[in-house]
C-alpha cells in the first residue's frame, strides 16, 4: 500500500507564502510514480491544483500559475507544493495523489492513492 501523509498546513494571511510536504511512508519509491495536488473547499468539488510526473514535468491549474510551485525530493520520497501570494479563495483541505501511470493528469479519478489532506486557511 501506498501510505502518504501531507503536512504543512495552517492560518495565514492572505499574500503569505506557505508550503506544503508530502511524504510517502514506507518504501514506496515516488519517483516511480505521477504526483498531484488538489484541494476541497466546504461546499465544492475537489479540484486540480498542481502536479509533476515521472520527469518532473509539472503541470498547474490557471489558478496556481504564477504563484505555486510543485516539486519533488526522490532521495526524501516527498512532494512540495510552495504557495505564494495566497488569497483567501486559496482556502481549502489540500491532498496529496499519487498516480501508477505516472500520468499526471488534472483528474482526480487518474489517481490510485491519496493522503487525508492537511487543511490550509487564509484570511482578509
Known amino acids: 500500500q501506498v501510505q502518504l501523509v501531507e503536512s504543512g498546513g495552517g492560518l495565514v494571511q492572505a499574500g503569505d507564502s506557505l508550503r506544503l510536504s508530502c511524504a510517502a511512508s514506507g518504501r514506496t519509491f515516488i519517483s516511480r510514480y505521477g504526483m498531484g495536488w488538489f484541494r476541497q473547499a466546504p461546499g465544492k468539488e475537489r479540484e486540480f491544483v498542481a502536479a509533476?510526473?515521472?520527469?518532473?514535468?509539472?503541470y498547474y491549474a490557471e489558478s496556481a500559475k504564477g504563484r505555486f510551485t510543485i516539486s519533488r525530493d526522490n532521495a526524501k520520497n516527498t512532494v512540495y507544493l510552495r504557495m505564494n501570494s495566497l488569497k483567501s479563495e486559496d482556502t481549502a483541505v489540500y491532498l496529496c495523489a499519487a498516480d501508477e501511470s505516472s500520468r499526471a493528469g488534472s483528474s482526480a479519478y487518474e489517481y490510485d492513492y491519496w493522503g487525508q489532506g492537511t487543511q490550509v486557511t487564509v484570511s482578509s
Open positions: 509533476i510526473n515521472w520527469l518532473s514535468r509539472t
